[in-house]
């Protein structure tokens, strides 16, 4: 199976910058369409990014595009989502997740997730 852990989160002002990893076992991502998915409190979990399998095409929700970048290496099974020019309402429980086939903007079609780590953006 495979299994995925997020690290990278912390506590930033606005404008400032994160990069979020997530290191895989189990498969390597490069035949895996890998996303980025993030809950604040009292909100639903909304999708950030894809990145496809194969290629690695990236793609991006409106609320981040042109901030954020979701990359990978594949030499150490490793997904990124490099985060700039930070803002309050980006704070949330960052999640990475796993997928077979084509990547998607619906978290619930992703068998695999980690456990999360925690972005604060202070104004």
């Known amino acids: 199976q495979v299994q995925l852990a997020e690290s990278g989160g912390g506590l930033v002002r606005t404008g400032d910058s994160l990069r979020l990893s997530c290191a895989a076992s189990?498969?390597?991502?490069?035949?895996?369409?890998m996303g980025w998915f993030r809950q604040a409190p009292g909100k639903e979990r909304e999708f950030v990014a894809f990145?496809?399998?194969?290629?690695?095409?990236?793609y991006y929700a409106d609320s981040v595009k042109g901030r954020f970048t979701i990359s990978r290496d594949i030499a150490k099974n490793t997904l990124y989502l490099q985060m700039n020019s930070l803002k309050p309402e980006d704070t949330a429980v960052y999640y990475c997740?796993?997928?077979?086939?084509?990547?998607?903007?619906?978290?619930?079609?992703?068998?695999?997730w980690g456990q999360g780590t925690q972005v604060t953006v202070s104004s």
């Open positions: 990145i496809t399998s194969g290629t690695g095409i990236p």
């Open positions: 189990g498969r390597t991502i490069s035949t895996s369409a």
């Open positions: 997740a796993s997928k077979e086939g084509s990547a998607s903007k619906e978290g619930s079609a992703y068998g695999y």
